[in-house]
């Protein structure tokens, strides 16, 4: 499959490019998979990482998921709004909100995760376990050894 018809340009033969499209690909089929869990696939990693977190800061989240503090406000308001978050004043810096989940974003965290697991399972499916590991791995790598980019949107 050095260069398929479908993916017919000049870039194939690039990592990066092929890099770009996977990503892309991979956005697409989370984006689309949120619609019974009401939430979208960034609120659903706003809600993941607000979780799984110690009372993280609107900042610190926007920093462990590369989203542009600005965005992370809409976001945070959304997910208030929605009921599947709070936002408090931090009580030893009054200048920051720490952002908490509700009760309601836990069963849809549950759903959704499922959810996120069938469709990883469906996406890859022509690789074998090893593979996914592998790629799991190589793509940490490589993630772990370059900075962070804040998405700006």
Do not use: C
């Not at 009372?55 to 920093?63: A, D, G, M, T, V």
């Not at 208030?80 to 936002?87: I, K, M, S």
């Amino acid at each position: 499959m050095e260069n398929a018809a479908e993916w017919d340009t000049p870039l194939w033969h690039t990592t990066g490019f092929r890099l770009i499209k996977l990503g892309e690909l991979a956005q697409a089929t989370t984006a689309s998979i949120f619609g019974p869990q009401q939430i979208s696939s960034r609120e659903f990693h706003v809600l993941s990482a607000a979780a799984s977190m110690s009372n993280p800061s609107q900042k610190e989240l926007s920093r462990v998921l590369g989203v542009d503090p600005n965005v992370m406000v809409g976001l945070v308001d959304r997910l208030e709004e929605q009921g599947l978050a709070v936002r408090e004043r931090n009580p030893r810096d009054r200048r920051r909100y720490i952002v908490t989940t509700t009760e309601k974003a836990a069963r849809i965290l549950e759903e959704a995760r499922e959810t996120v697991a069938e469709a990883e399972s469906e996406f890859f499916a022509t690789l074998s376990e090893q593979e996914v590991r592998t790629l799991h791995e190589l793509a940490g790598r490589l993630l772990a050894t370059h900075p962070r980019v804040t998405k700006q949107e």
